[in-house]
Nanobody, 126 residues
């Protein structure tokens, strides 16, 4: 069993930056592709970014390309989401997730991901 705990959310002004972290328990973190998803009020949860097991492959949704960067440190069992140039439309609860899939599958078929965190709130004021 793997537990994921997100941190780093908060309130920031438009144009600001935040770095989210997702710490995983267990010794199999490097076996999992990881992804970040977000859910805005009244909307469905959607894909933001994913990263392969060794960090060599990443995917992003179009709206965050060039602003967000996903990375991971397998020695620390942690995946990160660096968010720059934040916009009010980035306001959402952000979730990390992981599973024994590829980064592409994490992007396209999130139902394949076995493990989900509890989420961290990101609020961007205008």
């Amino acid at each position: 069993q793997v537990q994921l705990v997100e941190s780093g959310g908060g309130l920031v002004q438009a144009g600001g930056s935040l770095r989210l972290s997702c710490a995983a328990s267990g010794r199999t973190f490097s076996s999992y592709a990881m992804g970040w998803f977000r859910q805005a009020p009244g909307k469905e949860r959607v894909f933001v970014a994913s990263i392969s097991r060794n960090g060599g492959t990443t995917y992003y949704t179009d709206s965050v390309k060039g602003r967000f960067t996903i990375s991971r440190d397998n020695a620390k069992n942690t995946v990160y989401l660096q968010m720059n140039s934040l916009k009010p439309e980035d306001t959402a609860v952000y979730y990390c997730a992981g599973g024994a899939v590829t980064a592409a599958q994490a992007m396209g078929v999130p139902g394949l991901l076995d493990y989900w965190g509890q989420g961290t709130q990101v609020t961007v004021s205008s």
